[in-house]
């Protein structure tokens, strides 16, 4: 992991780095081969993220508005730490499924 510092500095463990790194591109690599993709029913019922934008808490998230889901309820969020983020417009974060929709 690298750290950045209150000051703007980073320290590295490069070699800890790219083995998490190789080990992501495993798991992502293994989440596509196994049909890794949400169903269309649980695709249907998630919540959307409108102008998702990355953000960071301790780890990579995303701040946007969320629109539906369990609540129904329209409110600013950050979600939990990011899973995996697909191309086709949906992101899974460690206990979430969003859609994501992007509006100018």
């Known amino acids: 992991m690298i750290k950045i510092d209150d000051t703007g500095s980073w320290r590295a463990d490069v070699a800890k780095e790219i083995r998490r790194l190789e080990k992501l591109l495993y798991d992502m690599n293994s989440l596509y081969s196994a049909g890794g993709y949400p169903s269309h029913g649980e695709l249907s019922v998630a919540a959307v993220l409108v102008n998702p934008e990355l953000d960071v808490q301790q780890v990579a998230c995303l701040r946007a508005m969320r629109i ?37």
Do not use: A, C, F
Not at 73 to 101: A, F, Q
């Open 68 to 104: 539906g889901g369990p609540d129904g309820g329209v409110s600013v969020v950050k979600t939990s730490k990011i899973e995996v983020i697909s191309e086709s417009g949906w992101v899974r974060t460690k206990n979430t499924l969003y859609r994501m929709e992007r509006h100018q």
